[in-house]
Structure formats: structure tokens, C-alpha cells
């Protein structure tokens, strides 16, 4: 591993030089570190979205543009994704961290969060570690249980994959199974591939093993007074209905949209019934 031998009492933010294929070095105060963001609408509240894994704000795009006259919103890109660089030491509540700092430099004080997948751990702990900040969340094809041991066992095999062929050929496979018909959603199916290919190494594997380590949050969920929707996908292959099921009962409020025919990708399967439930409970 190459990395400067000086210490330094400031954190930095930097990306490990392990494979000249993979990886580049950054050194970053994070203190300093701009996320990138796009924002859209207009409003009094601020909705902010958080994309989920192989994935960058991008992925909001099209479906966000259907949401421009109801709500102001804010995309990110998670650090390492996209155009915001990675964290020397990436945690699901490190992530959500920055997230709050950036939030704060930008004056927002009261926002209403929606996470895909991975970007829901991230919503969650950002409620958990900030609710003063936190108005609700809505958890989008995500879970508020930590990994199984079995899940923990694929992550590793992953991280092995993506360190002896590369992040392209992880993509490959990826990419459809995370439709319920893949072979009927060939252009979005290549959306997402696309976006997936260019996830760094680094930030692959620098959040399996965040995924993989995460807090099992079902005792908060279950204890705070934050309200939660859910979007389910009745045929998601990463939180399969019954986990589902579980959890959508935990909150003291709670409102739940299950999707039919509909796997872990209703931000492109099912735009418009997802955008008509947030309208409903966000907007």
C-alpha cells in the first residue's frame, strides 16, 4: 500500500494507491471536501436524495424531473461516487457525517431524506446520529436490518471478485439482477450498468465492507418518533419482501408502497407510482 509515511494530526481524505488499474491517491483535509450536488425545484423544505451503490446522482435525474414542481430537492453524489471524492475511512456513519457538514454549510437546518438502498443506511444514520435534522426518512428498496451472516460471507466473495477482475465485470451481473425483468428494461438495464462500470475500485470495495460492518438500526427505528416510508419491490432479490414485511411495522408512523412486478430498481421500474407516494408524504 503507498500512502505517505508523514503523520499528520488533520483527517484526510484519500483514496489508496493498491493497484495502478484501480485506485489514485487524493490527500484531502474532509473538513475541506466539496461534495457534489445538483439541486432542483423550489420550496420551504429541502428533500435530500441519496443514490444507492454502483450508482451516482445521476441516477435521480429523469425521476427527480418529475418532482421539480412539487418539492426543492438536493442529489448527491455519496463520497467516492460520481464526483465527489472518497473518505479516508468510509463508514456508513462517517458517510452520513459528511453529509450533515455538507447540509450545514449550505444553511439547511430541517430536511426530509430518501435513500436508495445503500443510501438509506446512510439516511438512517444520519437521522440516528442527527434527528434534530431530520424531519422523516423514506426508505427506498433498503433496510434498516444489518447484514446477515450469509450477506456478510457474499460481500467478502465480492470484494475477492472485484479485486482479481475489476469493477466492469462485477457490473456485468450486477446490473440485471437488480430488475424484476431485465430483459424487458434493456436501455435501463444499460443505464445502470453504465453507471456501475465506473465505480473506482476503491469506493467498491471501501463500501462493501462499510455495508458489510453496518449497525443493525431496528431497535432505534422501532424507538424513535421520526416517521418512515417505505418503497418495497415485491420481486427485490437484495431486500426480499418478507425482510420487508418486518420491518415496515417497526415505526410508532409509518407508510409503505410495495410494488408489484417490481424488483430493487423502482426508481426507473415504477418512476411515476413512486413519484404520486412521495408527492403524498413528502411533498
Same mark, same amino acid.
Given at each position: 500500500m503507498r500512502c505517505s509515511q508523514k503523520q499528520s494530526t488533520m483527517k484526510q481524505c484519500c483514496i489508496y494507491d493498491l493497484n495502478p488499474r484501480f485506485y489514485r491517491l487524493h490527500p484531502k483535509p474532509i473538513n475541506n471536501m466539496t461534495l457534489s450536488t445538483y439541486t432542483f425545484g423550489s420550496g420551504s423544505e429541502t428533500v435530500v436524495f441519496l443514490h444507492g451503490f454502483c450508482e451516482t446522482k445521476e441516477i435521480w435525474k429523469d425521476f427527480t424531473s418529475g418532482l421539480e414542481h412539487d418539492l426543492r430537492g438536493i442529489c448527491y453524489d455519496l463520497p467516492g461516487f460520481g464526483e465527489s471524492e472518497l473518505l479516508q475511512h468510509t463508514t456508513i456513519q462517517s458517510v452520513a457525517k459528511t453529509i =450533515?457538514?455538507?447540509?450545514?454549510?449550505?444553511?439547511?437546518?430541517?430536511?426530509?431524506?430518501?435513500? %436508495?438502498?445503500?443510501?438509506?443506511? +446512510?439516511?438512517?444514520?444520519?437521522?440516528?446520529?442527527?434527528?434534530?435534522? +431530520?424531519?422523516? +426518512?423514506?426508505?427506498? %428498496?433498503?433496510?434498516?436490518?444489518?447484514?446477515t451472516e450469509e450477506k456478510k460471507t457474499n460481500r467478502n466473495k465480492t470484494i475477492d471478485f472485484v479485486k482479481k477482475n475489476g469493477v466492469e465485470a462485477f457490473a456485468k451481473t450486477f446490473a440485471p439482477s437488480?430488475?424484476?425483468?431485465?430483459?424487458?428494461?434493456?436501455? =435501463?438495464?444499460?443505464?445502470?450498468?453504465?453507471?456501475?462500470?465506473?465505480?473506482?475500485?476503491?469506493?467498491?470495495?471501501?463500501?462493501?465492507?462499510?455495508?458489510?460492518?453496518?449497525?443493525?438500526?431496528?431497535?432505534?427505528?422501532?424507538?424513535?418518533? *421520526?416517521?418512515?416510508?417505505?418503497?418495497?419491490?415485491?420481486?427485490?432479490?437484495?431486500?426480499?419482501?418478507?425482510?420487508? =414485511?418486518?420491518? *415496515? *411495522?417497526?415505526?410508532? =408512523?409509518?407508510?409503505?408502497?410495495?410494488?408489484?412486478?417490481?424488483?430493487?430498481m423502482g426508481i426507473l421500474e415504477a418512476p411515476e407510482l413512486c413519484q404520486e407516494f412521495i408527492r403524498k408524504n413528502i411533498a
Open positions: =450533515k457538514e455538507d447540509l450545514e454549510k449550505k444553511g439547511e437546518k430541517n430536511v426530509r431524506l430518501i435513500g %436508495h438502498s445503500l443510501g438509506g443506511y +446512510v439516511a438512517l444514520s444520519l437521522a440516528k446520529q442527527f434527528p434534530e435534522l +431530520v424531519q422523516n +426518512v423514506m426508505l427506498f %428498496h433498503s433496510s434498516v436490518f444489518s447484514d437488480l430488475f424484476a425483468k431485465p430483459d424487458q428494461q434493456n436501455q =435501463k438495464v444499460a443505464l445502470l450498468f453504465d453507471m456501475a462500470r465506473q465505480t473506482p475500485a476503491a469506493t467498491h470495495i471501501a463500501y462493501s465492507e462499510a455495508m458489510r460492518d453496518r449497525e443493525d438500526f431496528a431497535d432505534w427505528v422501532s424507538e424513535t418518533d *421520526i416517521p418512515f416510508l417505505f418503497i418495497v419491490g415485491k420481486e427485490d432479490g437484495a431486500v426480499p419482501l418478507e425482510k420487508s =414485511k418486518e420491518q *415496515i *411495522i417497526l415505526p410508532k =408512523k409509518a407508510k409503505s408502497l410495495v410494488l408489484e412486478g417490481v424488483g430493487h
